[in-house]
């Protein structure tokens, strides 16, 4: 069975940081495209981060870019999103996700494989 498996989501206070992880199991990370996705209550899944398949290059949102790193640890078959100088507006769920294309996607839709989400709660 191919899934994704979050963890280390918690509470933070602003300002500090949190890094939350994403294991495959039944899939090599090293073989797709891998991103993070987050989503607040009431609010649509938004794009957070992502991790080219065959290239070491990253894309981040505008609202996180240079806060948030984006890296992947293929020997434990892990990514990660270390998330730093966090904002109450930054809580949400966070979402793993994998695409099996060279470059992935900001758009949710065309991911296939998802995690079931991290919370992260940012008290201000």
């Known amino acids: 069975q191919v899934q994704l498996v979050e963890s280390g989501g918690g509470l933070v206070q602003a300002g500090g940081s949190l890094r939350i992880s994403c294991v495959g199991s039944g899939l090599a990370v090293s073989s797709y495209a891998m991103a993070w996705f987050r989503q607040a209550p009431g609010m649509e899944r938004e794009f957070v981060a992502r991790?080219?398949?065959?290239?070491?290059?990253?894309d981040y949102a505008d609202s996180v870019n240079g806060r948030f790193t984006i890296s992947r640890d293929n020997a434990k078959n892990t990514v990660y999103l270390q998330m730093d100088r966090l904002k109450p507006e930054d809580a949400a769920t966070y979402f793993c996700?994998?695409?099996?294309?060279?470059?992935?996607?900001?758009?949710?839709?065309?991911?296939?494989?998802w995690g079931q989400g991290t919370q992260v709660t940012v008290s201000s």
């Open positions: 996700a994998a695409q099996n294309r060279p470059f992935g996607s900001r758009f949710s839709t065309e991911y296939h494989v």
């Open positions: 991790a080219y398949r065959d290239y070491d290059s990253t």
